[in-house]
């Protein structure tokens, strides 16, 4: 039961994750949108440590060493080069996450994400938080999740960009129809 609870978190993580990707890229950025998407974002971030901890206990019997051999073992497999150095980024991206997650619900946080906000920072911030996080996310579904995942990535990918084109292109159409009047 202990494995299962582990591989369901991180199912649920990755899809706190995509839940909190779509309503950034399409352009969701109301207060209340904000609100669901932090709890989307610390959710993820809890049941991705969740996970982490429940794989330590039932597939690892408690050993990190036992974790580095084995994520070793399934990089070799999977890339000839035997690295288990994989479990300490995972663990600092967890790190992150979480942290990234409880900056959300300071006060004053509640506009960060909003448009009109042209602050350089915010922007290269929000890159950086997705660049990371679609960097591991591909890891942990396509690399090294169950076969399945493999095209379910890509048709996630691709529905996220048709989804943002979609926002966008209306997004313009208001913005013309507006400038029309």
Do not use: K
């Amino acid at each position: 039961m202990g494995r299962l609870l582990a591989i369901w978190c991180v199912r649920g993580s990755v899809a706190c994750y995509l839940g909190y990707v779509s309503c950034d890229l399409i352009g969701m950025h109301s207060r209340r949108s904000f609100y669901w998407q932090r709890c989307l974002w610390s959710l993820g971030a809890l049941l991705l440590l969740l996970h982490v901890l429940l794989a330590f206990v039932y597939f690892h019997d408690g050993s990190h060493a036992s974790a580095v051999r084995e994520t070793a073992r399934q990089t070799a497999a999977l890339t000839g080069l035997s690295w288990g150095g994989g479990v300490y980024v995972n663990e600092v991206f967890v790190a992150y996450w979480l942290l990234d997650a409880g900056l959300m619900w300071l006060p004053g946080r509640s506009s960060r994400h909003a448009p009109a906000i042209a602050d350089r920072t915010a922007r290269r911030w929000r890159v950086v938080r997705h660049g990371v996080s679609a960097f591991m996310m591909f890891n942990a579904t396509v690399v090294f999740g169950p076969p399945f995942w493999r095209w379910l990535f890509p048709v996630s990918v691709l529905a996220l960009f048709l989804g943002r084109w979609y926002a966008s292109a209306h997004e313009r159409g208001d913005s013309t129809s507006a400038e029309r009047r």
